[in-house]
């Protein structure tokens, strides 16, 4: 039975999929997903999920939705390397702890930040209120102090001294992708010139964290 992933890499939860299945060796058939040209929203893929978001993972009958979940589901059925997601019991608690935390915090505040400065603009062809634009970058740089701040701390990664799930869904987030400027340029706005998403809470620990995770993920 194969495994299918349904997704677009514009977007960070696919992205994470898509780079851990390809460090893992897991083999997939991958079907794109246009999300801006609306592809969600057609007959086939709502059959698919009636959610209508991305990503889905199809393996025969069994379906799954929601990237923490099938992140999961992948370590525990293709047994990838241990330090992913570690079977100690603490390590685990601090993995699940930023999961949990992220979809709210990190993902929504960067998403409704990526649609004021970038896609309203892309598809009404008019820029958002610079103050509304300013307000939502200000969410995204108090959750990013808080990731810092607290799930960081002074450590190399965020469950300790080796990457593990939690940094990988971290760094989708927070880097400037080449899957994305690539996707933007075609639509002829430059994602680096648009958007400053990397300038928030450069402190040092970010940066060192940042840097690790990028050259374990061979970014
Ligand atoms: N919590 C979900 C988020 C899924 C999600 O919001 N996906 C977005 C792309 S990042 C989507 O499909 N959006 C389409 C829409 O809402 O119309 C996860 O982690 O997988």
Redesign the pocket.
């Known amino acids: 039975m194969s495994l299918e992933l349904y997704l ?1 890499l514009i ?4 992205r994470s999929i898509y780079v851990f299945a390809k460090m893992n060796n897991i083999r997939f058939d991958y079907f794109p997903v246009d ?1 801006l040209r609306g592809d ?1 929203h057609s007959k086939e893929f709502e059959a698919i999920n009636m959610l ?4 889905v993972l199809k393996e025969g009958d069994f379906t799954l ?4 979940a ?1 992140l999961l589901y992948l370590t525990r059925k293709y047994r990838t390397s241990i330090y992913w997601y570690p079977p100690d019991v603490q390590l685990r608690g601090l993995i699940d702890e930023y999961m949990a935390w992220q ?1 709210d915090s990190i ?1 929504l505040k960067m ?1 409704k930040f990526l649609w004021s400065k970038l896609l309203i603009p892309l598809i009404t062809g008019q820029e958002m209120p610079k103050e509304k634009q300013d307000e939502l970058l200000g969410e995204v740089n108090v959750n990013v102090q808080l990731f810092t701040d607290h799930f960081l701390k002074d450590k190399p990664f965020i469950a300790g001294n080796i990457i593990s799930l939690a940094d990988l869904l971290a760094a989708m987030e927070m880097m400037q992708s080449s899957p994305i400027s690539r996707c933007l340029e075609v639509t002829g706005t430059s994602w680096r010139q648009s958007l400053e998403l990397e300038t928030n809470a450069e402190s040092p620990t970010k940066v060192l964290w940042k840097e690790k995770t990028h050259q374990e993920l061979e970014l």
């Not at 209508?52 to 990503?55: G, H, L, Q, R």
């Open positions: 677009d977007s960070p939860p696919c999300l969600h209508k978001t991305v990503p939705i929601e990237s923490v099938i979809h993902h998403q």
